[in-house]
């Protein structure tokens, strides 16, 4: 999902909502950031943040591999995901990660589940009155799910995952922020795997510091 492409169609609607990327330089395949984003990991650890959407056809390939690098990636790096909300609409879907991550479903099947509803057999998990039957369906406790959904602490999840998204300049999806100070996604690096080999060449590289 392309965010420049995506939004145009939002632009009146939407004025000044994009600024262009403020990248103090840039490599093969990545972007360095002018200004360090914000790191939640602990000292001494690389953080490495993928920035998806359920709606995001690439993002549904791309996790397969993201999946299967995050299950390998060495004790000394911090890996988690953020649903990026390039506009309101975006939110519903942001609200079923955040809810899934605070229940502890995030890394399990239903995960992967919600790509397949929405992108393959076309549930409008977006509206509440399809999602919470849907996710009953998936074994997930309805009420304690609908009650996380709603909750301010997924609200506050929501602002710091645009606030983010903004620190990163993500420019479309999926992408992968690392460590604060570099960005890549599929279009700047050429491909998933091009994106996963580029990624540990600059964890390696945050290591020599």
Known sequence: MNRRQFTL???????????LPAWAQSGPGYATLKDRAPVDAPSGQIEVIEFFS????????????FEAWKKAAPKDVAVRREHVGF????????????ALEAM????????????????????RLDKPDVLLPWIAEQGVDRAKFEATYKSFG????????????????VEGTPALGIAGRYYTDGSMAGGFERMVQITNNLIAQERKK
């Open 87 to 98: 506009q309101s609409s975006f939110e519903p879907l942001q609200r079923i990660y955040y």
């Open 104 to 123: 502890g479903l995030a890394d399990q099947p239903v995960h992967m589940k919600v790509f397949q509803a929405l992108q393959t057999e076309r549930k």
């Open 154 to 169: 997924v609200a506050n999840k929501l602002r710091r995952a645009v606030q983010l998204q903004e620190a990163y300049h």
């Open 9 to 19: 169609g939002a632009a009146v609607a939407l004025p000044g909502m994009l600024a």
């Open 54 to 65: 359920y709606g995001c056809s690439h993002c549904k390939n791309f996790e397969p591999v």
